[in-house]
């Protein structure tokens, strides 16, 4: 059976940055307290840029990575919960945008901060069943546009961000070896954005803004235990052990949780990969934006396992290891 191979990776992030000391002009907050409860000193935020822009400099940053034409793609999922449009889909427009063939699969995941990993899910298997030969798997969110930039307890901690890998049906023992995607409904409004946008004559209820609503005191106890059972079943499924992870690569939103998921998996520091401080909690961007910065950096060899965790607004979770 074919597997999936990861033979390219690419971000983008806006070049606006936004600091600490930014937000303590905006709301009642100051540095020090940011530094200490989640570790962000900065996040990018758009400026004129939209979600599908970025989406696509990050899809032709991993083509270019992987030396692969977009002809050669026969699918692209984006995974996003801030499109720029309800349709078409974000990987519609990357789609026409990278020039890619036209009558190609092209559609969207919505999964909140879990969105790249449910995406890479839904590919991997697109390659293991042998219908797709090459495929785009993206994730990006510009939440600056659905947070509240009064509401101190959730305008700190996010940042707008992309990333993609081009996956290769490739034979061999690298590649992915395992995906896990999982949801609890029963928890979605821990963590939600309201669409307000019912204009018909006939829909009596008022509109609820469309900011995105957190309830994270709650959300980290759960985050924190949901993030290491899911790095354990990922070991379990594939007979590995936490002492063979050469790189843990989480998704970033908090460094207190990454902390506390690296701890229960007694993985020492030097084999987290974090860039929360630079960028804050970029959604379904994190994990993408982290692995192609590690790739840069020369700090993913071939040969490594890697595991992929993420946890986000569903609620869902999801992890991956993959034999780089
Ligand atoms: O992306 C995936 C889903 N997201 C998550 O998993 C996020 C999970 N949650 C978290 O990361 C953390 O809960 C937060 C970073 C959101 C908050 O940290 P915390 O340590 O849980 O703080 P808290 O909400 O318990 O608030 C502690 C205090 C409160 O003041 P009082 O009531 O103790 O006087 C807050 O009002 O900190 C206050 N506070 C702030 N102070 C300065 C909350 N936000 C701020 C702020 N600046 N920005």
Known sequence: ???????????????????????????????????????????????????????????????????????????????????????PSTACFVQSHIGANRGIAAFDVSAACSGFLYALDVADKYIRAGISKKALVIGVDVFSKIVDWKDRNTCVLFGDGAGAVLLSAEKGKRGILSTHIHADGHYGKMLYAPLSINSSPFHKKSPEHSYMKMQGNELFKIAVRTMGEACQEALEYTGLKAEDISLLIPHQANMRIIKATAERL???????????????????????????????????????????????????????????
Do not use: C
């Open 1 to 87: 059976m074919n597997r999936s191979l990861i033979t390219g990776t690419g971000s983008h992030v806006p070049s606006v940055i936004l600091k600490n000391q930014d937000l303590e002009k905006i709301v009642d907050t100051n540095n020090e307290w940011i530094i200490a409860r989640t570790g962000i000193k900065e996040r990018r935020i758009v400026d004129g840029e939209t979600t599908n822009d970025i989406a696509v400099k990050a899809a032709k940053n991993a083509l270019k990575s992987a030396g692969t034409s977009p002809k050669d793609i026969d699918l692209i999922i984006a995974g996003t919960v801030t499109p720029d449009m309800l349709f």
């Open 266 to 324: 007694g993985l020492p520091e030097e084999k987290v990969y974090i860039n929360l401080d630079k960028y804050g909690n970029t959604s379904a961007g994190s994990i993408p934006l982290a692995l192609d910065e590690a790739v840069k950096k020369g700090t993913v060899k071939s040969g490594d396992i890697i595991l992929f965790v993420a946890f986000g607004g569903g609620l869902t979770w999801a992890s991956a290891i993959v034999r780089w």
